[in-house]
C-alpha cells in the first residue's frame, strides 16, 4: 500500500443526496477527511450537505429532478469514468474514494494514473439487491460484470465479513489489491430513549420502504399476534408505502399502525421500545445501530449481515411472520424477556464502539496500522 505523506487530495462521486442508509455514512466520512486537512472533490447533479472550503462540488450535467430513469444511468456510466478521470488529473488527487460499486468502476480509468489508489467501501451486496427487486437476469449479470471491474486492484473495505466474503468471492480473477472490514461503529445518542408508556408495547420499523426490506412480513404478523395491548408505528418513506398501507388496511390493522413518513431520529427512538427489522438482505442498518445505542431492543431477520452483529436470541427466519407473531405476543405478554432481550444484545455491541471516522481518515491516508478488523483474504 501507498503512503501518503502529505493531506490527501479525494475524489468521489454519488448521484444525488438522499436520505437514509449510505450517504449518511459517506458524508460523515467526508466531514472526517475534511476535518483531517484533506481536500474533497465530489461529482454529482446536486451538491452535498457540507459546507467546508477543501470541498468543492462538480456539477454533472443532468436535471436532479429525473435522475430514476434508465437514460440517467446509461448516460452517467458512459460520461462519470471521462469526467473523474478529468478532475483526477486537474486536481492531482491521489485517492479515488467510492462507498458504491458503480462509481468505483467508473473511476478505474482515474486509477491508471501514477500514484492514484482506488478505496471501495462495500456497503452492502448490491447484486443480491438487485435479484430482490426482481431485475431482469440480463440486468444482473451486467452489474455482476460492473461489479468485478469495480473491485480490480482496489482496495476493498467491507461494512462485515459476509459482505465482502460474498462480494469477492464472485470475482477471483478479478482481485482486489487489498480487502479488509471496518464495521460500522455505533453512534453518541443525542436523544433520549422513552419509557415504555403504560401496557403499550411501542414497536416500530424504520427505513426505506421496500421490498427489500421485507416490511410486509410484520404486518402479516401482527394480524396473527392477537389483541395484545402493541402499537406499530412506520418511518420512512418508498416505492412500497401505498402497498403497505393497503396491507395494513386489509387485516384490519389500521387502528394500531401508523405510517409517520420521514421524521428526525430523536421522534423515533423516545417513542419506541422494539425495532422490528425483517429484511431480506442487509450491510449494516444504521436503523439497527441506532437502536442498539440507545438501549432500543431488536428482533431482526436471521441473515448473515444481522448475525455478524446480533445475538442468535434476536433473530427470526424471514419468510416466516409466524415466528415473529409468536416472539411479539411472548414479549407483550412477559416484558422480562424484553429486557433480558436488551442486555444481551448490549453485550454483543459493546464491540462497535470506536472511533469510525479516524479509522476512514487512516485508511484513507493510507496509514491504518490499526485497522479494527483485518480480512482474511488481505494481500
Not at 73 to 98: G, K, Y
Amino acid at each position: 500500500m501507498a503512503f501518503i505523506r502529505r493531506p490527501a487530495a479525494v475524489v468521489t462521486s454519488y448521484y444525488r443526496p438522499k436520505p437514509g442508509g449510505l450517504c449518511p455514512r459517506m458524508f460523515r466520512a467526508l466531514r472526517a477527511l475534511l476535518g483531517a486537512g484533506h481536500t474533497v472533490h465530489y461529482l454529482s447533479v446536486e451538491r452535498f450537505p457540507i459546507e467546508h472550503p477543501r470541498c468543492h462540488f462538480h456539477r454533472f450535467p443532468w436535471p436532479p429532478r429525473h435522475t430514476d430513469t434508465p437514460l440517467f444511468w446509461a448516460v452517467f456510466l458512459c460520461m462519470a469514468p471521462l469526467l473523474l478521470f478529468w478532475l483526477s488529473l486537474r486536481h492531482r488527487a491521489n485517492v479515488l474514494l467510492s462507498f458504491d460499486p458503480a462509481y468505483a468502476m467508473a473511476m478505474q480509468p482515474a486509477r491508471l494514473l501514477p500514484r492514484r489508489r482506488l478505496l471501495l467501501f462495500l456497503r452492502a451486496d448490491t447484486v443480491v439487491n438487485q435479484r430482490i427487486k426482481g431485475r431482469p437476469g440480463w440486468l444482473v449479470r451486467l452489474w455482476e460484470m460492473l461489479e468485478g471491474l469495480a473491485v480490480w486492484r482496489a482496495e476493498v473495505v467491507g461494512v462485515c465479513a459476509p459482505v465482502l466474503d460474498a462480494v469477492l468471492a464472485r470475482h477471483r480473477l478479478l482481485a482486489p489489491a487489498h480487502s479488509s472490514v471496518l464495521h460500522n461503529d455505533l453512534p453518541v445518542p443525542s436523544w433520549d430513549s422513552g419509557v415504555m408508556a403504560g401496557e403499550t408495547l411501542r414497536l416500530a420499523c424504520v427505513g426505506t420502504l421496500e421490498a427489500r426490506k421485507n416490511q410486509a412480513l410484520v404486518l402479516e404478523a401482527l394480524a396473527g399476534a392477537g389483541t395484545g395491548a402493541w402499537r406499530l408505528d412506520v418511518y420512512g418513506d418508498g416505492p412500497a408505502r401505498a402497498g403497505l398501507e393497503r396491507l395494513a388496511a386489509d387485516r384490519g390493522l389500521g387502528g394500531r399502525v401508523r405510517f409517520h413518513g420521514w421524521v428526525q431520529r430523536e421522534a423515533i427512538w423516545q417513542n419506541t421500545d422494539v425495532l422490528l427489522l425483517p429484511s431480506l438482505h442487509e450491510g449494516m442498518s444504521n436503523a439497527m445501530l441506532e437502536a442498539l445505542a440507545g438501549g432500543v431492543a431488536v428482533l431482526a431477520s436471521d441473515v448473515p449481515e444481522h448475525r455478524d452483529v446480533l445475538p442468535a436470541a434476536s433473530l427470526l427466519p424471514p419468510l416466516v411472520p409466524q415466528a415473529w407473531a409468536a416472539r411479539l405476543r411472548s414479549l407483550v405478554a412477559d416484558r422480562r424477556l424484553l429486557e433480558a432481550l436488551r442486555t444481551e444484545q448490549a453485550a454483543a455491541a459493546r464491540r462497535l464502539r470506536f472511533d469510525w471516522d479516524a479509522a476512514v481518515v487512516r485508511l484513507v491516508a493510507g496509514t491504518d496500522t490499526e485497522r479494527p478488523v483485518a480480512h482474511a483474504g488481505t494481500l
